[in-house]
């Protein structure tokens, strides 16, 4: 039932890190996607489809943005991918668009790594904090204000700076000491601290300056180029969606 | 079975921010209303009353209020609504009532975007905050007493406060860094924090002078329109139930 | 069921402030009242006795209390009436009993508001927290002693200020911040602190403020009136319930 | 069923204090003890061991006791009576016993008041804890040495002296201000404090102070008695149960 | 069916303190035994092996120790048995074994009261504690290094030092009050603090400081013979198991 | 169904220290591996897969990792084995592998007691500390970088240190003071702290400071033997899987 032309390669980059149960729901979203369009074969289109639907939620056809969020969304979309694109240990932009989705995404940049991966490295993981504060440092740079927009990448930014420091081992201050075990406890607890409170404050103080210093890079990076921030945020409004080689060629050309 | 003129755009805006639940409530309280009356077609004003009785519960004929807390509640309102009127980053005053309702609202005034809203600035978020804070501070300037009137408020905007803090990235304190993840646990918890008591204080410290210089600048606004205030609260306790547009003319006219 | 001629203004009046369930409670109350009475209809004796059933409890007519102790509790009783009447923003007091009831209350005065009543002013709050603490304070200035008696006092008087404190904005310390949501945990739980241990700290010595404040007040207006206070106990010990009319020209009598 | 020379005044006044489920208790108590003794009447008796079962258990034949632990026993009895009797505020000894109960008591000193009471003055409150410490002042004065024989001691003195602090409002620290609410949470809660952990750490210290204090005037009354209780306990080691009559009597005797 | 020469009393001391259920798992033990036995009657040996069983598990023969470890356990035990036996309020101990039971003890000291009792004194808990202590100390003294072997060791004399602190009222620093209540929380929860986290601290430190000096105490006993210790080791080696008697000739011969 | 050349004597060392409920799983394994193979006896070899299985999951065949993350984790192993091998108190290293398991691990080293252990002395658990912070040491030490491949060695380095310090008596600190005690709590907990929040933060710096010094170790032991580190990489990435002989050799002839 699936075709046989389909560049599975593609499809497990995309999809790698997500978990079983998300690789399911992209399978199965596939292949209602090819019953609703009468074909008896999955194919690539429905897979790439369905890997956003599940990322990202549905194309919200219905919902009406305004032209002056449209541009702060673009701009935050564009910060992400710029900074994404010009730091050393960071994977590739495959699409950005800022087409509503149902999740309640107003846009979103996806980026694909090269191979698959199983390690994380200190700097990969900094970066990838970077790349998360990014889409904020843009609307600062650009509108000298600040939105609600990049909450959902704060909640990211935060949770891999507290990995960072808890359970990766990766602050100086803590060293190899864990202080945090990932719990699925009913109560819909994520991860709780193992440590008392006073230790909790230092934790607290090292995930701030990690993230702290990360907006800085962000922001720096963005202030370096802002030239292909401005023609990049343009293109997007203008096309709303634009592949990570659209994306690439046109960094190069406003250099 | 719903009327064809029904001015969908104006019951969109109103209901904008309203959750699914909610907007099912409405639409059924809409119906019922119909009903009620023997209409077989969902009219314009069941859906508006019905957008009213869903926020703020139906008119509660039975309740005989006394001229003295009709006083309070009118000033209270209008201060409400003058701080909204006077603030650049602040939805339009659509409505402005003081007769109570099943709820337990004394009165409320309705505040309606022009377009639909996706993202909300640090500004904005901010003089939200100012305008729940000045119905209390609208009663303190003219009765130099305070009243429990303002207890919803106090709740609602040191909420938004806090999520400012600790959701949105929007304190100098703070920057980028988590400090709270929703959870709808069966305790009935709400926004639990995920840091040290340490870091909790600071971040009530934090929401504290968000609120106190909403309160100041909602003071400060109200004292440069007192002879607009004056007039208009008269006119509300005569009057009960005013408009938006009502409401702008006088204030243009009181200047 | 329920006689023509009743004062039903009295009866919202007394129960003003009471919750749905309460309202029941009394009203079946009554009906019970009338049909042990072997009349069928419910007359105003019926609802008078079930609002002081529902609040107080039923006539505890095996209790035999010792002089000692009924001096003790009349002293108490005349000491919250008269702060209560003392006062400016405080309802009148209806009624002053020492006859113990099978709640376990030994006595009770009860105040009844003039006008039903939908605000309280910061005023009102600390006054009703001065009558609340008057009962103990007439003890101390009259026997030199504290009893146990005060208990339900000091429990009312806290959640009040505590109230002030965390939900109504009513400290300087804290302003329009809220620190309180009343919630109905399954644990029998009350209203919890959402803040930090170090701010609940500092909202502790407020509430013990207002209260500390509130006893001097209490002591000071008896300290002012130990005529009248001496005068009243003697009556109350003597005809163990007195209504409010007779209360208040007995205060005026003996000024 | 109940004799009718059943004298219910002294059964009362030994009861006084007791829950409902208690006083259900002791019924069926003497109900069943009747029944042993193949009568068909309850008698005085079968009350008396019954109020005696419910507090303190049945007798434990078979515990055999060995001499130098009966003496502590004794001397900590004793302790606990004369500190009763030396005191103004404190109700009057009915029976002293060092035969074990199969609740573990080792012997108890049971303390029936002369009327029944409603209120607990400061004094009173006090008083009991300095008769409650007293058991153990007692084996600390005559063989200096202390033991577990106090451990329930310890317990309800605490609870008492905290209950001062948090619920009687009778430390002068605190005044009128409320701490605690008592719960019957499934968790097996008792009693939860409703403040900071800096107010409790209060709270624990003012706590403390009471029972230090109480356990000198437990041991000051003592040594100024030394000669009646070494008459007494050597007395009671001998006749094991002793009436508060007898214990009255020889207190008077070996002054 | 239970053997009529059975020494009942050698019996009931070596269960002294045992629990109710713990007494019918030794019956139930013993009858067992018995049956395995083809005995119809339960004979004195069954009853004690049943004892050891529930008190250490079965023999567990298939267990097979190195001569190091072998040697470290005979240290650590005859270290338990030599301070018991050197201290003046301290059981004598029964019996040595270093054979290992299923319940993972590779080793017991059993100690039994001459009579049973039913106090214990603060001397005597000290004991105790400086007894769990003694077969650690042992092996630091003979080996210069400690193992994971004391770990119930410390589990049984922390929760004995801490009741002392909390609940026998054993300390100067909190004198008779109360800072713990024993709960069986269906939480497998233990004891619970009903203190601030202040008081808590200081708590931790009085634990500390009497584990300390028992631990400091068993070295002292140790450290004075030594010879006693290298002499009794050897002989437990060679012979796995050994009576009171022997322990104490043993004892007393190499003085 | 077993076959009788098995070594019982190895299964049961590499088993060593493994639970009741995972040893039924390690035969359950082996018998279906032999029913795989139509074979109807279990040999050797099916019970030594059955344990890897058990320990790291089935080899994941389709897993195909980087040759840069092959690099890294060939680094890690090798750290772990050679830090193992060259302590004094340590199991020897039986095999080390880099082929990936479907339990998430990219390699590992099995190291195997050469008699069963019941007793772990402070040095010994310190010694599996900086063998478990070794990966992570040769990662920095080679790479000057590091990596999430050290979560699983920061969780049981972590609990291995919390345990000497709160259960097995092993820090100067506390010394024999037990500060946790393990509970199988049905909310996913794993051992709580019994004790105060002050005495937790000491806790968590003794925790600490056992980590950095192990850490320190194992850093200077690998750059005591680089030669060998990356000759024995080397190796390891061509053979993917060595045994604890060829290891030993390779170490001694790189030397």
Do not use: W
Not at 38 to 56: F, G
Not at 119 to 143: D, H, M, P, Q
Not at 155 to 180: D, H, N, P, W
Not at 248 to 255: D, G, R, S, V, Y
């Amino acid at each position: 039932m699936v075709d046989e032309n389909i560049d599975i390669e593609a499809i497990a980059k995309a999809t790698s890190g997500a978990s079983g149960a998300e690789l399911a729901n992209i399978v199965n979203e596939a292949a209602l996607r090819a019953v609703r369009y009468n074909r008896d074969k999955v194919i690539q289109e429905d897979l790439e489809e369905a890997v956003e639907t599940t990322i990202a939620g549905y194309k919200r056809k219905s919902t009406i943005i305004s032209p002056k969020e449209k541009k702060i969304v673009a701009y935050h979309e564009i910060g992400h991918a710029i900074v994404a694109a010009k730091q050393s240990h960071s994977a590739p932009v495959q699409k950005i668009t800022i087409i509503p989705r149902t999740s309640g995404a107003l846009g979103y940049t996806m980026q694909v790594e090269e191979e698959e991966r199983y390690l994380i490295s200190k700097e990969e993981a900094f970066n990838k904090i970077v790349t998360l504060t990014a889409g904020r440092a843009s609307e600062e740079i650009v509108f000298n204000s600040i939105t609600t927009g990049a909450s959902n990448d704060i909640e990211q930014a935060t949770k891999l700076a507290r990995a960072m420091v808890t359970r990766f081992g990766m602050s100086e201050r803590f060293g190899m000491m864990g202080l945090e075990t990932v719990t699925n406890v009913y109560l819909g607890g994520d991860a709780s601290l193992t440590c008392s409170d006073e230790t909790a404050a230092i934790v607290d103080s090292e995930v701030h300056k990690i993230i702290d210093e990360a907006y800085k890079k962000a922001k720096d990076i963005l202030m370096a180029h802002q030239k292909e921030l401005h023609k990049l945020a343009d293109y997007l409004i203008e096309h709303e969606t634009i592949t990570g080689e659209e994306f690439m060629e046109l960094l190069e050309e406003n250099k």
